[in-house]
T-cell receptor
Framework: AQSVAQPEDQVNVAEGNPLTVKCTYS??????LFWYVQYPNRGLQFLLK????DNLVKGSYGFEAEFNKSQTSFHLKKPSALVSDSALYFC??????????????WGLGTSLAVNP | DADVTQTPRNRITKTGKRIMLECSQT?????MYWYRQDPGLGLRLIYY???????NKGEISDGYSVSRQAQAKFSLSLESAIPNQTALYFC??????????????FGEGSRLTVL
């Protein structure tokens, strides 16, 4: 079955420290992978995506993510966290073999708290 | 102005009432979606539409209906609201285009409380 797992409900990090938000996936074919961010009382915003090519993907607000096929992971990272990065982060995957359906499969979200 | 606009942003209603949540978009996208967000459950797809004549059920369509009035408008209705439909509802769009990656563009959400 296709699935996405975000193993941590919450991540706490001090401002200025590096942050990692974890995501692992299981799909039948090659994946399209996404990270979205939801700030309080806002809709979800696209951060970055992996389709093909370089395993390290750079996105908005200084975030990046590394696609690791052997570990079926797509962890979100940032070298130096800001208090303003505090938000809910969602990982999502689309199986390119899913035909015209092409729906995204969502993780349950990880709440990131960056402490001053 | 937001590219994907949802109305109302907040609504409190009573059990048994009919509720309509509206979504309009100026992105020119053919594909539109309604999601529901509940704490600890992430996002769940209610309905999606790939064009005006194409409506599809998602994971949790029971108790909901939709109408795609135009390319730019996609409404979600609760014919008889019940308390477990209390949630944050999101409309989203996507553009199949030549690079159909599945990237979604979300509205700001409609918070519905059913008493």
């Amino acid at each position: 079955a296709q699935s996405v797992a975000q193993p941590e409900d919450q991540v706490n990090v001090a401002e200025g420290n590096p942050l990692t938000v974890k995501c692992t996936y299981s799909v039948s074919g090659n994946p399209y992978l996404f990270w979205y961010v939801q700030y309080p009382n806002r809709g979800l915003q696209f951060l970055l995506k992996y389709i093909t090519g370089d395993n390290l993907v750079k996105g908005s607000y200084g975030f990046e993510a590394e696609f690791n096929k052997s570990q079926t992971s797509f962890h979100l990272k940032k070298p130096s966290a800001l208090v303003s990065d505090s938000a809910l982060y969602f990982c999502a995957v689309r199986d390119i073999l899913s035909g015209n359906n092409r729906k995204l499969i969502w993780g349950l979200g990880t709440s990131l708290a960056v402490n001053p | 102005d937001a590219d994907v606009t949802q109305t109302p942003r907040n609504r409190i209603t009573k059990t048994g009432k009919r509720i309509m949540l509206e979504c309009s978009q100026t992105k020119g996208h053919d594909r539109m979606y309604w999601y529901r967000q509940d704490p600890g459950l992430g996002l769940r797809l209610i309905y999606y539409s790939f064009d005006v004549k194409d409506i599809n059920k998602g994971e949790i369509s029971d108790g909901y209906s939709v109408s795609r009035q135009a390319q730019a408008k996609f409404s979600l209705s609760l014919e008889s609201a019940i308390p477990n439909q209390t949630a944050l509802y999101f409309c989203a769009t996507s553009d199949p285009g030549l690079a159909d990656t599945g990237e979604l563009f979300f509205g700001e959400g409609s918070r519905l409380t059913v008493l």
